[in-house]
């Protein structure tokens, strides 16, 4: 596993690993003895890049990432997120978001013990808080930065103003958004900014949230529980549509004996060398598939090729429903 560096200087390996599926948003909670294993496992293959959120749950999925990797303290980078409006006392989820500094700083303390950690690698701000004014969010995490809870500003989903004003206080060191092959929106403005401010990316859903792997199709039977029952993209006649999309990774899959999964990551890792992208699984079969994605090479020509098919695809459904979709900073 090579590394690559996030902002000024936060060097973590080339593919991470993105823990919220363990525990939410995918169906039930995975076992606790399985989804340790699997942190564990992707740790000692030599993932040193994990992610979670205080929301995961919420704190559950802190409190798993901070028991399966308390054994690698020290030779690991963990990132979380605030800024949802949880009771840090309960863990009640009240609904929408909330950066108020005071806020903030209850919540990151129970994130400190969930971790296990003297301080957190990266604290990323999770959705931009229209009523608390990124000045004072940057403010107060350079104040927690001083008192040494934290190391590392990020921030998620924000757009291009609120990236600048966040940086223009406190060096913003990655900022985590959706991206794929079937989500390149970030390509108009927000990673044009980023490389020109220096501060590094880190894709979610790489994997187009499961639909690049080439599993599903519109037969496909999602778990009750399962947040993409209400992502219009997921809907049984949108997957028909897009299969399109599976087609072409599945054809560069075959040329490269790899997989659609790996292709799919391959293609995020050869965008730009400041982009590392975090895929979650509950499986130690498919994190050995997405591991072997640092080991496809797609040449110039090949990238190429992929990137005037995929101008040729139409993508049917929006990303999200009508209320996540509100929360994101554009």
Known sequence: MRTRTLGSGLAISELGYGAMGLSFSYGPPTDRTQAIAVIRAAAERGVTFFDTAQVYGPFHNEELVGEALAPFRGRVVIATKFGWNIDPDTGEHRGGVNSRPELIRRLTEG??????????????????????????????????????KVKRFGLSEAGVGNIRRAHAVLPVTALQSEYSLWWR??????????????????????????????TFDEKTQLDANDFRNTVPRFSPENRGANQAIVELVRRVAAEKHATPAQVALAWILARKPWMVPIPGTTKLNRLEENLGSVQVALTVQELRAMDEATEQIAIHGARYNAASQATIDR
């Open 111 to 148: 994130s400190l013990k969930r971790l296990r950690v003297e301080a957190i690698d990266l604290y990323y701000q999770h959705r931009v808080d229209p009523g608390v004014p990124m000045e004072d969010v940057a403010g107060t995490v350079k104040e927690l930065i001083a008192e040494g």
């Open 185 to 214: 929106e970030p390509e108009r403005e927000i990673l044009p900014t980023l490389e020109e401010l220096g501060i590094g990316f880190v894709p979610f859903s790489p994997l187009g949230k499961g639909f690049l792997t080439g």
